[in-house]
């Protein structure tokens, strides 16, 4: 079958059982969108801004765990495109992202709306092609969707020239693909597991350290099984927040720079880490030298490159999560009594009688935590929740009752402001059935609030909650812990939009809320209504995220209380 | 957890198979760029009778930043083979040019002593050639500086592990 470049693209996206793309037109991409015009196969989602497309790709992803697609067009388009890359990047998202180049003929000679595309991306993806001819690019495609979805996930990128959207090739389209430089280890070694069950056995204080990578395997059931058997209690990182589910007890909560007390002093005091995916990002260690000094390591991770990177690995197991539990958990149910680790738990019980994740709620103004937890009674599992980034993101993190993985999608490695509106307009796209909400501050919306209209007008209703304490609240929190309360550029409540003109303006629905009350009623509408809404909930202002770990502090020296 | 990671830098050449194709070198470059390792040398050719590629890496680094670079090389899709055999050939190239009007006394004895020719000459000057392993390549660039060289051009490591 012959087709010009931008069909191919269309039959590709088609092949793969592509439903949804996020995209934004422009000059060297014309031709693609010109196919995407004549198809009925898959809906295309017109954002207001490439970033905005790529997160909302990144959200379908996270919240379907199919690869989330999206189209740029060249120069301005695609270095828009670059955040969102990044941001996928570095939580392992799969994703393709397709953009648009100038023509062969005029690269290399600073054209309109030329950049060296490839160049950017090279470090923001997990691999990115440039396509020189079109005969190639079946290959390449099928390749892409391939490299996205195996192994650790991640974006893959493919830069397409105007020409070759045009130029006529055989469409060959392969249906298997084996790359001999490109092949996962998914099977993990049989001796090292049965020495890590022996290890387990042995242990006395051993605990689960749960990563993100429990998610992209899809081992939150074997995980929950193993702790379970085990008898081991266990704790999420950010990216693993719903893997044991909320109501579990063995379940010792986040860990890390605003993680649970019990779960940092578990970390600290366990003598056998059982890391399943994480990668010792340094908001969950803290200082490394004091982190689980007491403890040996198992690390179970998809890639190679994670193991050893940040810290001493005494058992280190290549592999997808989900293969090497279901190989280990039938020797582990041989050889481990979970009475053996009661007292332990008991203890870890205690911390957390001691210090539990808490706030003090006020009659007068409504705290920040005390909205996340109303939207936890009131949703509960029918809602996904996104979020922002900042201190609505670690009180979410902290306080949704997150039943199952993929529940929460947030933006853990990067850290992109702007990331959670778009995210849950894709969310709601994977996921129609589930009410999408987007938890955020005031400080982060305003990254990407041109998507109210790509919601208006592709009928998502997205409920974005705004936490409004007119502050960039966790670089404020950080000024007024380490910088003499001098808040340089943090102060937002001089010059605010009226968010609920600014989402009737768009077409949307907005609610200002001041009390319990006014919030109950307004998330009741949000949920009943089919459009766009904007809830800005007026908190707290001063409010902090605790505990806290400063950064390069050691977990069991947490600040449980500011004091002034 | 302990830390027993030595911080003592060691140096190491490692052979990389890469597919031949455009924008390979970038990525490896971007990689020791981005993630902040040395290059000492590299030198790219194609394998013979195959489409791949070899680039020979020297480099340096404590264990750990060493045992990342390996791992971080296999990470690229391109990558086919990282070989860092303790056991190996290596070579390094060298060409310096020397002015005619120098006294070439001893400079015979020199050549030989490292294996090495007169590769050109011109009007006013001779280009002498040495083939060996890096360090002897440095001595050599040291002993050579006697005939007030023009231009001294290193090649870079090649290696093959044995």
Known sequence: ?564 | MKNTIKNEEIRRVLSVIVTNEDGVLSRISGLFAGRGYNIDSLTVAPVPDTDFSRLTIVTCGNERVLEQIVKQLHKLIPTYKVIESAEFVEKEMALVKIPLNEDFNGLDAMLKAYNGTIANSGENFIVVMVADNAKRIENFLKAIKKYNPIEMVRSGSVAMDI
């Open chain 1, 1 to 564: 079958m012959d087709l010009n470049g931008s069909q191919m693209v269309i039959e590709a996206l088609r092949r793969e059982n592509v439903k949804v793309v996020f995209g934004y037109p422009g000059g060297a991409i014309m031709n693609v969108y010109d196919e995407v015009y004549k198809q009925n196969d898959f809906e295309h989602i017109l954002t207001r801004h490439e970033q905005a497309a790529i997160h909302a790709a990144d959200g379908y992803a996270r919240a379907s765990g199919d690869v989330g697609v999206a189209f740029v067009t060249s120069g301005p388009g695609f270095t828009n495109a670059v955040t969102g890359l990044a941001n996928a990047y570095i939580d392992s998202i799969p994703m393709v992202v397709i953009s648009g180049q100038v023509p062969i003929t005029m690269i290399g000679t600073d054209a309109f709306q030329e950049i060296d595309a490839v160049g950017i991306s090279r470090p923001c993806v997990k691999h990115n092609y440039l396509v020189k001819d079109a005969k190639d690019l079946p290959r390449i495609l099928k390749e892409a969707f391939y490299i996205a979805k195996s192994g650790r996930p991640g974006p893959v990128h493919v830069d397409i020239p105007k020409d070759v959207t045009a130029q006529v090739a055989k469409f060959d389209y392969p249906e298997k693909i084996t790359m001999r430089t490109y092949k996962p280890t998914y099977k993990g070694n049989s001796r090292q597991i049965k020495k890590v069950v022996d290890a387990i056995a042995n242990s006395n204080r051993p605990i689960l350290y749960v990563g993100g990578g429990a998610v992209n395997s899809g081992a939150s059931e074997l995980v929950r099984e193993f702790a379970k058997i085990s008898g081991i209690p266990a704790v999420e990182t950010l990216m693993a927040r719903g893997v044991m589910g909320d109501d579990n007890p063995l379940l010792m909560g986040m860990v890390g720079m605003h993680g649970c007390y019990s779960a940092n002093m578990a970390m600290s005091e366990a003598d056998l880490m059982i890391a399943l995916g994480p990668r010792f990002d340094d908001r969950v260690t803290g200082k490394l030298s004091e982190f689980a000094k007491h403890a040996k390591v198992i690390h179970v991770d998809i890639d190679p490159s994670s193991i050893g990177k940040i810290v001493d690995i005494d058992y280190p197991i290549v592999g997808d999560l989900k293969n090497v539990l279901s190989d280990m958990l039938p020797l582990l149910k041989d050889k481990i009594d979970s009475k053996k680790y009661q007292s332990w738990r008991d203890l870890l019980k205690r911390y957390d009688e001691i210090h539990p994740l808490e706030y003090s709620d006020d009659k007068g103004n409504i705290k920040p935590q005390w909205v996340i937890q109303r939207v936890g009674e009131t949703l509960g599992e029918k809602a996904i929740i996104s979020t922002d980034v900042g201190q609505h993101q670690m009180w979410t993190a902290q306080f949704y009752p997150f039943s199952r993985p993929r529940q929460f999608v947030t933006s853990g490695g990067l850290g992109t402001m702007g990331f959670g509106f778009p995210a849950a307009i894709g969310v709601k796209k994977a996921k129609p059935e589930k009410i999408s909400i987007n938890i955020s501050g005031d400080g982060s919306i305003l990254m990407n609030i041109q998507e109210l209209m790509t919601a208006y007008e592709s009928k998502i209703p997205v409920i974005n909650i705004i936490l409004n304490n007119g502050y960039l609240g966790m670089v404020r929190q950080w000024q007024t812990f380490f910088y003499d309360k001098r808040y340089a550029s943090t102060d937002l409540s001089g010059a605010q939009p009226d968010f609920v003109k600014l989402a009737e303006s768009f077409g949307g629905l907005g609610f200002r809320v001041e009390t319990k009350e006014e919030f109950d009623e307004a998330l009741k509408k949000a949920v009943q209504s089919d459009v766009v809404c904007m809830i800005d909930v007026n908190v707290d202002r001063l409010e902090d995220v605790l505990p806290m770990v400063p950064a390069g502090g050691t977990l069991y020296n947490m600040i449980l209380e500011y004091k002034g």
